[in-house]
């Protein structure tokens, strides 16, 4: 089974709206990580939280992190056109071995002009 | 400092026929990391590799795949006899020794098999 779910599997918004997608984890974490990938391109490491943070920022993208509930969440504000991309959550597992990624099945972001 | 370099970005081939997918990780970077990425999937972990080991193969099929990161060179997955079920986009990720966290992956290789 998955080890990250992201919810929404897609969403469609307009250009200025918020956009908020949430990962769940079923085990333990050291981190959570939080990637965007262009249709048909690579990944872009958009950015990490650690399991003793609470919240990160970064430019217009807010991550948030709740152990107890082994969820996250990225919220985008003011959403542009050129922010539509697929949305990966990525944990690595205190359990699992020594630094491969478990991602979820991502969230299909549109953002429409 | 160029990123994580793959090559080819695309490559087709026939059933039967073997697919060589090359990785050169950053400078710096000795953890090399292949995962493969299934049409309106997430990425999955195949292999884990340091120079001239590989640290952890478990998400690796049993036959026909393998991985190498020589001394010398680019990491490379290698695929004989590829089937149908192999066309996917395979990419790879490297990371700093300090900081196996941090992973940066690269563009990815489109497999297709005809």
């Known amino acids: 089974s998955q080890q990250g779910e992201e919810d929404p599997q897609a969403l469609s918004i307009q250009e200025g709206e918020n956009a908020t997608m949430n990962c769940s984890y079923k085990?333990?974490?050291?981190?959570l990580q939080w990637y965007r990938q262009n249709s048909g391109r690579g990944l872009v490491h958009l950015i990490l939280?650690?399991?003793?943070?609470r919240e990160k920022h970064s430019g217009r993208l807010r991550v948030t992190l709740d152990t107890s509930k082994k969820s996250s969440s990225l919220l985008i504000t003011a959403s542009r056109a050129a922010d539509t991309a697929s949305y990966f959550c990525?944990?690595?597992?205190?359990?699992?071995?020594?630094?491969?990624?478990?991602f979820g099945k991502g969230t299909k972001l549109s953002v429409k002009p | 400092n160029a990123g994580v370099m793959q090559n080819p970005r695309h490559l087709v081939r026939r059933r039967g026929q073997e697919a060589r997918l090359r990785c050169s990780p950053m400078k710096g970077h000795s953890h090399v990391y292949w995962y493969r990425q299934l049409p309106e999937e997430g990425l999955k972990f195949m292999v884990y590799?340091?120079?001239?080991?590989?640290?952890?193969e478990s998400g690796m099929p049993k036959e026909r795949f393998s991985a190498e990161f020589p001394k010398e060179g680019p990491s490379i997955l290698r695929i004989q006899q590829v089937v149908r079920g192999d066309s996917a986009a395979y990419f790879c990720?490297?990371?700093?020794?300090?900081?196996?966290?941090?992973?940066?992956f690269g563009q990815g290789t489109r497999l297709t098999v005809v």
């Open positions: 939280i650690r399991s003793n943070e």
């Open positions: 590799l340091q120079k001239e080991n590989i640290i952890d």
């Open positions: 990525a944990t690595d597992g205190t359990g699992g071995s020594q630094g491969n990624l478990i």
């Open positions: 085990t333990s974490i050291n981190n």
């Open positions: 990720a490297s990371s700093p020794p300090h900081s196996r966290t941090e992973a940066f």
